[in-house]
């Protein structure tokens, strides 16, 4: 049995769910961060498989711009998370939401 495309867009699909569920439910900064982060893979996988199925090498370069982007977002988003648990003492978006300047 190989695999073909279709299995992976299905598994880019799951994943994609899986990541729009732990945003859409979740209410934990960190655990929203690292559905997002999954979010981003699935849309990698599907980049890449699309891109060996047509033999194109676009899908993968716009795969490695969203690996430096998702990269970028890690750095900024875990200190900006970071810094907020240290004054809140909380990771909750709902407390977040609250923020006075």
């Not at 655990?31 to 899908?59: P, Q």
């Not at 970028?72 to 988003?77: D, K, R």
């Amino acid at each position: 049995m190989s695999l073909t495309i279709t299995w992976f867009l299905l598994l880019g699909a799951a994943l994609f769910s899986i990541g729009v569920a732990g945003v859409l439910i979740r209410r934990n900064a960190l655990v929203m961060f690292m559905s997002i982060e999954l979010m981003l893979n699935a849309v990698n996988l599907t980049f890449v498989a699309v891109s060996k199925e047509l033999g194109l090498i676009e899908g993968q370069v716009a795969a490695l711009f969203v690996m430096v982007v998702a990269a970028a977002e890690v750095t900024i988003g875990l200190a900006i998370i970071v810094a907020v648990f240290r004054t809140r003492s909380s990771a909750n978006v709902d407390e977040l939401s609250e923020m006075k300047g």
